[in-house]
């Protein structure tokens, strides 16, 4: 043991699994609503959006759990927090 505090836990790795998993199919979904869209356009959209999706979603989750240890809510805190706000939702 090298007495550090774990960014991860079980349960927060599955959390994290389920809302990338639940992000994903939303996106998905969102690009396989296109009306008149071949099979060959589909198959696009859904590998692109695992291959963008997933690595983004272990990032995010990444930079929540180290800053979750973080307690002190210092104006680079909270500058860091609305900066992944904005990241998550596209701003």
């Not at 994903?24 to 969102?30: A, R």
């Not at 695992?50 to 909270?78: E, R």
Request: aromatic residues 14%; without cysteine.
């Amino acid at each position: 043991e090298t007495n550090k505090n774990k960014n991860f836990s079980k349960i927060n790795m599955v959390f994290a699994m389920l809302t990338i998993s639940l992000m994903g199919f939303i996106v998905w979904s969102h690009h396989m609503f296109t009306i008149g869209i071949d099979l060959n356009t589909q198959m696009y959209f859904m590998t692109t959006t695992m291959i963008i999706a997933i690595p983004t979603g272990i990032k995010i989750f990444s930079w929540l759990m180290t800053i979750n240890g973080y307690k002190q809510n210092s104006p680079m805190i909270m500058w860091s927090m609305g900066f992944l706000l904005m990241f998550t939702i596209g701003g």
